[in-house]
């Protein structure tokens, strides 16, 4: 090739390496200005977040306050300490106030507000229009920000209070929560990312003049490029803007297109360099690349591929097993008592030795198989496309057979013999360098055994995997033959003690384990489809069992059944349930299905319309567990559902853990205020029902009022749960259960 070409080939070279480079440089601008952009949405948006969500849970004072003169009939008796613990209990709020008829009375904490005694609301031209705005929309408003009679900038969450009266509502006066408002940004980040480089500014429209309003903004400005997002506050709207100096330094994008530029010359001179010395070059190439292939893959003494050989190959076949599913054969052999040759007659003996064997090995396999010298006188085979154990034990055989062979060592024969180690791939590992270690394991137990032996590798998951099997197929016998029992534990009425119902309970009566708990096949009768079968047979128990209840002339109970995920989405799940309710000519309304949270969560519209057609059926639902999963009140107001079940973890440290508390109370609430019953699980402690009724929980079970167990006789129950609730009464040192949490 010419000069000229040669001139004109890394001339093009240059250009298109330093335009690909100046492209990618662009690019990675756009891209970076991006990021820094989405960074931007998202901080704005985390920190809008975190105002909003402090000031809603400080706003959440005037609630409880409220609720605390409506329960006095007025002004609250010792305003200072319910107001102490309302603070305890919220945080972020400055002080609380009462303002009867609109009139500043109380404060708490006092100190340094005493200037806002007896100032009337409503006659404050800066505040009477939000004040009127509370009273006639009867909601809770957000005055402010404004500076305060005694000083500071603040806002102030008023809420109207109206007391019942013999012609309806009247109006009492304000509950109010005072935040000021340093206090409240000093919640955020808002700070630290100043300090940063960050500008942010904080406005509202004011209500009276309509103009924007900024009440706290950075000492540096806004720039021009500027994110903003809206907070949402009562009977107002705030606006969070944020900025940043600079998003993309200009020193980046010089540099990056002189570096275009560099790669582009470099790039032309090594295809000037390439160009001018091809041949030369190739041929270099070519010899490094034998020479460098020979001394990372080969073991010189023996002429066999070593370790690191194999472990590639190794993990070539286990990443492409997905794909072409092509099992193999991993051998770890070691020569017995080699140490005996090499010392008795020398280390070239011994190399003999080494190399007599190792083509011996290779006589063995196929020339597909892979031989390779791992180490001294351990000897790896890899049996490509293995396709039985038997195949691997008589390769075994044969290679153990193979090394006993007489080696002549000078004027001597000698014999070794070989243990080996038995892998499959992948069954015995998921990389190279756990099937070489199993391999390795199999080896030494080979040699425990006795030497002159072979042993497949073993693993403890092997006899999980074989116990589970064996499993499978006595659950496929126990559906059969329904080997299954129901335990009945009752559910009581937390406030009567009277026995209200009951949950089925199955258990396995294993032909030879015994009594198995649902912990121990429900997991299994899930993954072999079983549950279904299993789900439907307690169902029709249960109703037998109900029609049994009804000839013996006992009281009426309801029964609830659980319902697994799989078997809720069963296509035939509702006439399934009819056809048994039919059947047993059964009051559908004795029966309740307890479902979880998952299983609503998955197919939203479905399981709604499931839950609908149990309803017009008669049956009642209840959502099991509630708390652990995702525990969403959004999607729980839409279910047609009756009842709340808390999961019992709730209930373990009730009387001790007062964070249990608050969500056990704050849980019970909000399912009555959605118009939903409550049951609490695993209750064991006379503690925690007494907490319990004082929360108003509705239902209860546990340990406390009887364990799961074969049907006993209601009657006896119902006179064993009286005597407790008697002995509750009596043991009770408060007349009003209320009394023994503090509310809010």
Same mark, same amino acid.
């Given at each position: ?14 250009l ?8 990618w ?11 820094q952009?989405?960074y931007?949405? *998202? +901080?704005v /948006?985390?920190?809008?977040y975190?105002?909003?969500r402090? %000031? $809603? #849970?400080?706003?959440?004072? !005037?609630s ?26 919220v ?10 008829a609109?009139?500043?009375r ?13 100032h ?24 402010g920000p404004f500076?305060l ?6 806002v102030v969450?008023?809420?109207?209070v ?8 009247r ?17 955020? *980040? +808002?700070? /630290? ?8 500014? %904080? $406005? #509202?429209?004011?209500?009276? !003049?309509g ?76 010899e ?9 893959y080969?073991d ?8 690191r050989?194999?472990?590639?190959q ?11 599913a092509?099992?193999a ?17 020398g ?20 020339s ?8 001294g ?10 396709s ?6 008589i390769?075994?055989?044969k ?14 024969e000698f ?9 499959l ?19 030494y ?8 032996n072979?042993?497949?590798?073993d693993?403890s998951?092997q ?33 009567s ?6 949950e089925?309970?199955?258990?396995w009566q ?12 429900i ?6 489809g079983?549950?279904?079968a ?18 013996n ?21 509702l ?18 299905f307890?479902v979880?949270?998952?299983?609503v ?9 499931t839950?609908?057609k ?9 959502i099991d567990?509630?708390g ?19 999961d ?8 001790t853990?007062?964070?249990d ?10 399912a ?8 609490a699980?695993g ?13 108003q929980?509705?239902f ?8 799961p ?36």
């Amino acid at each position: 090739m010419n000069a000229t070409k040669i001139k004109i080939i890394c001339l093009l070279v240059c250009l298109v390496i330093s335009g690909l480079c100046a492209y990618w440089t662009r690019l990675g601008q756009t891209l970076y200005l991006n990021e820094q952009r989405f960074y931007m949405n *998202e +901080l704005v /948006s985390s920190q809008a977040y975190a105002i909003e969500r402090r %000031l $809603s #849970r400080s706003l959440s004072a !005037t609630s409880i306050l409220a609720q605390g003169v409506r329960q006095a009939g007025g002004l609250i008796v010792d305003f200072d300490h319910y107001a102490k613990e309302v603070l305890q209990s919220v945080g972020g709020v400055s002080n609380l106030q009462l303002a009867p008829a609109g009139v500043i009375r109380y404060i708490y904490p006092l100190e340094g507000n005493e200037q806002a005694i007896g100032h009337d609301i409503l006659k404050d031209g800066t505040r009477r229009k939000e004040a009127l705005l509370a009273i006639q929309e009867h909601l809770l408003t957000l005055a402010g920000p404004f500076e305060l009679i005694q000083g500071g900038i603040a806002v102030v969450g008023r809420k109207p209070v109206y007391l019942p009266s013999e012609t309806g509502e009247r109006f009492w006066g304000f509950v109010s929560a005072l935040i000021y408002l340093d206090k409240l940004l000093n919640l955020t *980040e +808002l700070a /630290s990312l100043e300090e940063k480089g960050y500008s942010y500014e %904080l $406005s #509202r429209r004011h209500p009276d !003049t309509g103009e924007i309003q900024t009440f706290a903004q950075s000492r540096t400005p806004l720039t021009g490029e500027n994110y903003a997002l809206a907070i949402q506050v009562p009977n107002s709207r705030w606006l969070l803007t944020m900025s940043r100096a600079q998003l993309m330094p200009k020193w980046r994008s010089t540099i990056g297109y002189i570096s275009s530029i560099l790669a582009g010359i470099l790039f032309a001179w090594v295809a000037y360099f390439i160009l001018h010395q091809p041949d030369k070059l190739r041929q270099i190439v070519l010899e490094k690349t034998r020479l460098l292939e020979d001394l990372a893959y080969r073991d010189h003494l023996t002429g066999l591929v070593n370790r690191r050989y194999l472990s590639e190959q190794l993990q070539r076949i286990i990443t492409e097993f997905n794909r072409y599913a092509n099992s193999a054969v991993l051998m770890y052999l070691d020569l017995d008592d080699f140490k005996r040759i090499n010392d008795s007659m020398g280390h070239a003996a011994g190399d003999a030795l080494l190399c007599e064997i190792s083509a011996r090995l290779n006589a063995c396999v196929r020339s597909s198989d892979i031989v390779a010298r791992l180490g001294g006188d351990e000897f790896g085979i890899l049996l490509l496309d293995a396709s039985s154990v038997r195949d691997a034990r008589i390769i075994a055989e044969k290679l153990i057979a193979t090394t006993e062979r007489p080696v002549l060592l000078g004027n001597k024969e000698f014999s070794v013999s070989a243990s080996i180690g038995v892998t499959l791939i992948p069954a015995d590992g998921d990389s190279d360098v756990a099937i070489l270690k199993n391999a390795d394991l199999a080896m030494y137990s080979a040699k425990k055994s006795g030497k002159r032996n072979f042993c497949f590798y073993d693993q403890s998951l092997q006899t999980e995997a074989i116990a589970k099997r064996q499993l499978e197929a006595d659950l496929l016998v126990a559906v059969k033959q329904q080997q299954f029992v129901l335990h009945y534990q009752p559910i009581v009425d937390l406030a009567s003690g009277k026995l209200t119902g009951y949950e089925a309970l199955i258990r396995w009566q294993h032909p030879v384990q015994g009594l198995l708990n649902p912990d121990k096949f429900i997991g299994v009768a899930e993954d072999t489809g079983q549950i279904c079968a299993i789900g439907y047979w307690v169902i029709k128990e249960v109703c037998r069992h109900i029609k049994q209840t009804e000839a013996n002339s006992e009281p009426s109970c309801w029964y609830s059944i659980n319902l697994s995920p799989k078997q809720f989405k069963d296509p035939l799940l509702l006439d399934t349930i009819r056809n048994i309710v039919n059947v047993y000519a059964i009051d559908a309304s004795l029966l309740e299905f307890e479902v979880t949270e998952s299983c609503v969560m998955e197919e939203v519209e479905d399981a709604i319309n499931t839950l609908q057609k149990l309803k017009v059926m008669g049956i009642s639902v209840a959502i099991d567990d509630f708390g652990t999963g995702y525990s969403c009140f959004s999607l729980l107001k839409n279910l047609p559902t009756d009842k709340l079940k808390i999961d019992m973890s709730f209930i373990h440290d009730l009387e001790t853990d007062i964070n249990d508390q608050k969500i056990v109370q704050g849980l019970i609430s909000m399912a009555h205020k959605l118009h939903l019953t409550v049951v609490a699980e695993g209750i064991e402690t006379k503690g925690q029902q007494q907490l319990l009724i004082s929360y108003q929980c509705d239902f209860g079970q546990g340990y406390l009022f009887g364990k799961p167990e074969p049907k006993t006789s209601q009657i006896m129950l119902a006179d064993k749960l009286a005597i407790m609730q008697n002995t509750l009464s009596v043991e009770s040192p408060c007349k009003d259960p209320r009394q023994l949490v503090p509310r809010g």
